[in-house]
């Protein structure tokens, strides 16, 4: 029952700004870990930034300084801000969610992906 629904994706210009939005549903959103994922043609899926449900942040060393993930508890959703596009950042980003169950252990939850393509 647990949905992810992204936005945000588009073409931008090197140099360029854009934000990305995953709205969660069906779950305590606040006790979850989010991060981002992206894939670029012929490369492998990474992880681009992570924020613990207490707010503590990753990034990756290609995007630190340029990308923020940051999140809004009361509204069940995280957010992607990029800053200084370049090429290389060109892929199809995804939404992850991750949601504790104790002993249990934990239980993964992907977004559909969104294109981000950046170019002159």
């Known amino acids: 029952q647990v949905q992810l629904v992204e936005s945000g994706g588009g073409l931008v210009q090197p140099g360029g700004s854009l934000r990305l939005s995953c709205a969660a549903s069906?779950?305590?959103?606040?006790?979850?870990?989010m991060a981002w994922y992206r894939q670029a043609p012929g490369k492998q899926r990474e992880m681009v930034a992570h924020?613990?449900?207490?707010?503590?942040?990753n990034y990756a060393d290609s995007v630190k300084g340029r990308f923020t993930i940051s999140r809004d508890n009361a509204k069940n959703t995280a957010l992607l801000q990029m800053n200084a596009l370049k090429p290389e950042d060109t892929a199809v980003y995804y939404c992850n969610l991750v949601e504790p169950q104790g002993r249990w252990g934990d239980l993964e939850y992907w977004g559909q992906g969104t294109q981000v393509t950046v170019a002159s």
């Open positions: 924020i613990t449900g207490d707010g503590i942040t």
């Open positions: 069906g779950t305590i959103f606040s006790r979850d870990a």
